[in-house]
């Protein structure tokens, strides 16, 4: 690869990935009671409380923003929790 000509735009690229894994290590040692598997549960049942008993409107404003990609449906349907 050439270098760049004086006063050309170059390109940079930063590997982040030994950054991050220390970063994670660090995260979890300090958490020594850390249980991933009840935050990822509690992050559910969020998700199905903010979501559920929505009114038609709500609900078709979900499902619009879902489809446009905004929300992701990873939630289940809405409109099984009662809406």
């Known amino acids: ?9 170059t390109t940079f ?3 982040l990935t030994a ?5 994670l290590a660090a995260v979890v040692a300090a958490m020594p009671d ?3 598997g009840a935050v990822l549960a509690a992050e559910t ?12 409107e709500q609900l078709a ?3 619009m923003l879902v ?10 349907d809405p409109g099984a929790c009662g809406a």
């Open 67 to 76: 489809e446009a990609g905004v929300l992701g449906a990873d939630g289940g």
């Open 13 to 15: 690229v930063l590997d």
């Open 1 to 9: 690869m050439e270098p760049p000509r004086a006063g050309e735009p």
């Open 19 to 23: 950054h991050e894994q220390c970063r």
């Open 34 to 36: 850390l249980d991933p």
């Open 45 to 56: 049942e969020a998700h199905r409380m903010l979501y559920s008993d929505l009114d038609a």
């Open 61 to 63: 404003t979900y499902r």
